[in-house]
């Protein structure tokens, strides 16, 4: 069957909350995807910032084949090795002291929201306590998830969501005092705003809030499902600014396309919040997505990952920069490591179209701003190839 006739099936068959781009990807290999056709993508996408190990590391994908022969699934019922080696390797890549895994990123939310409203009730045997959240963030699609992601657009068809929600500006401090009250048991922000248009959290507010969090026994809530697991140079990039949050999020780069997440937990949260039958997952941490993650981990190592991520993410901060000066269309560059956005004063699908038809693949965040989050296993010499094929696509719309 021929791409078209494919494309056609799907839009025929799936539910329609993509406006999906017109190829169907079959294979990938080193830092490149290929469609049916054969065509050749180099990919500064990363199946959004998940495929932090590009397509060919061999390690990765033997221990899924020797897991897949092992067991697959066994529930939460029972103890398996790997979920217990990669808990151990993830508590020690993070400092942090208890972790669930998760399905996914917004499953990892949910815990966390949950942990955090646990932790406020066992203090008072109250449930009216709040949350305040970030303007522009983007936690994710499930309810909960959704009730903390500050984009109206996201939540107004699905209201009523969940209540007792304040939602501050992000690296507006005041903004955020002005939002506490006696209720507030949590503060949920991501270290660097990835949908939200590539927002990173400035030193002085995350230390600021941390400040308030121990002055008034609130939690913080750091969400590192995009912006962790080595993407910006740090293996979490609260590290960065040493600014240890209470419950963390993760997911995307902590499984390589492996559908998993986990939220950790600090001493006092863990201690004090979730205890058993509170929260349960049949699939979350088991033996094949585990040994997914403990291979990441360990791959991290291996490759010095986040050593690459700092050397080319400076190389690709100096390109975007040039770039950013040429176009007077581009109004803005921002972002850390193999983290970074352009933000245009025209929509950027065009570009992006363009970019596609001539080989490269990016998306966007926002109708006016191009992410790029691509393998944290790529080199300067992809950089400089996306960069003269986005210079071509920039000068057809400039």
Request: proline fraction near 3%; include cysteine; hydrophobic fraction near 40%.
């Amino acid at each position: 069957m021929e791409m078209k006739a494919y494309i056609e099936e799907a839009e025929k068959d799936l539910l329609h909350t993509y406006n999906r781009y017109q190829i169907v990807l079959e294979r990938g290999e080193d830092v490149y995807l290929y469609d049916l056709e054969g065509k050749k993508y180099l990919d500064f996408c990363a199946g959004i910032a998940v495929f932090a190990l590009g397509y060919s590391n061999d390690n990765y994908k033997n221990a899924l084949k020797s897991q897949i022969d092992k067991i697959i699934h066994t529930s939460n019922y029972y103890y398996n090795v790997p979920a217990i080696e990669a808990a151990k390797a993830l508590l020690k890549a993070s400092g942090m002291s208890r972790v669930f895994f998760t399905n996914s990123g917004a499953e990892a939310i949910e815990g966390a929201i949950k942990a955090a409203r646990k932790y406020a009730f066992l203090k008072d045997g109250k449930t009216d306590h709040e949350i305040i959240a970030m303007e522009h963030s983007f936690h994710g699609r499930t309810m909960g998830a959704l009730s903390v992601t500050g984009n109206p657009k996201y939540r107004e068809a699905f209201e009523p969501m969940i209540g007792n929600i304040r939602f501050a500006n992000m690296n507006d401090i005041d903004s955020v005092r002005a939002n506490i009250n006696e209720k507030t048991c949590a503060i949920i922000l991501e270290t660097v705003q990835g949908e939200g248009g590539i927002y990173p959290a400035e030193e002085g507010f995350l230390k600021e809030i941390r400040k308030i969090c121990d002055e008034k026994d609130i939690l913080l809530i750091l969400d590192e499902i995009q912006c962790g697991m080595g993407r910006t140079g740090y293996m979490f990039a609260w590290q960065k600014y040493g600014v240890k949050p209470d419950i963390m999020t993760s997911a995307k780069g902590l499984t390589c396309g492996i559908p998993g997440g986990a939220f950790l937990l600090g001493e006092k949260a863990a201690e004090n919040s979730l205890k058993a039958g509170d929260h349960g997952t049949t699939y979350g941490g088991n033996p094949l997505v585990a040994a997914a993650t403990k291979t990441v981990l360990s791959e991290y190592e291996r490759l010095d990952i986040l050593g690459n991520v700092k050397t080319v993410g400076d190389y690709l901060y100096k390109k975007l920069d040039e770039l950013a000066s040429k176009y007077d269309i581009i109004k803005a560059h921002r972002g850390i490591g193999l983290m970074q956005g352009l933000e245009f004063d025209v929509p950027v699908a065009d570009i992006i179209k363009d970019c596609m038809d001539n080989g490269l693949i990016l998306i966007n965040a926002g109708t006016n701003i191009i992410r790029f989050v691509p393998p944290l296993v790529i080199g300067e010499g992809h950089v400089d190839d996306m960069i003269k094929i986005l210079s071509a696509s920039i000068e057809k719309v400039k």
